[in-house]
């Protein structure tokens, strides 16, 4: 019995004591490309969530088109006043996104241009430097999960961050070549007759 007791506080003691380290390693540190994979979304909003886990009543069809897109998506508006705000005066114009199967494919921030350097900057301190800059005012942070692209040309009046759940938006490709593969098919069928 008392083999057994020191096995136990021996185990005890051993995992209290691995507990900071495994509470590290799964957030990632701010600044870090593993601290986007970790958030996951913005706000209250999460990639790949299901759209019933967001109050309904914040909820509106974005430019209020309430059919599926060319990609089978359906777009909303988030309708939250504390959303928008990013602290120092900097606020959102839009905070929308995109579900496929009722699961948050991607989120957009819309906002004045004129923020794209300050926005730019607060994404480099939240998130790391930016893995790629494919042009001018575009910026992608790349991870295994999670993709997270700024564009803000300065010859379009609002900027855009877009966050992308990398795995739902490689099934909607997949499902899209798919339903055109079966369209091709058919269209082949019905002129062979």
């Not at 042009?135 to 999960?145: A, E, H, L, N, R």
Request: hydrophobic fraction near 40%; include cysteine; glycine fraction near 8%.
């Amino acid at each position: 019995m008392k083999l057994n007791f020191n096995f136990r506080t021996l185990a005890i003691s051993f995992f209290i004591a691995l507990l900071p380290f495994a509470a590290n390693c799964q957030g990632g540190d701010k600044g870090s490309l593993q601290y986007l994979l970790a958030s996951n979304g913005f706000g209250q909003i999460k990639l790949g969530a299901d759209l019933k886990a967001l109050e309904a009543g914040k909820l509106a069809y974005l430019d209020d088109v309430d059919s599926l897109d060319e990609d089978s998506c359906y777009k909303f508006s988030y309708k939250d006043q504390k959303i928008l705000h990013l602290g120092n005066g900097l606020d959102l114009n839009l905070v929308g996104f995109r579900t496929y199967k009722n699961k948050i494919v991607n989120i957009y921030l819309f906002f004045p241009r004129a923020y794209g350097y300050t926005i730019l900057a607060k994404f480099e301190a939240t998130y790391g430097k930016f893995t790629n800059a494919s042009g001018s005012f575009i910026y992608d942070w790349k991870t295994s999960g999670v993709t997270l692209s700024l564009r803000y040309n300065p010859n379009v009046e609002m900027g855009v961050a877009i966050f992308t759940c990398n795995n739902i938006d490689k099934q909607l490709a997949a499902d899209d070549n798919q339903r055109k593969t079966r369209q091709a098919q058919q269209k082949n069928l019905l002129g062979s007759l």
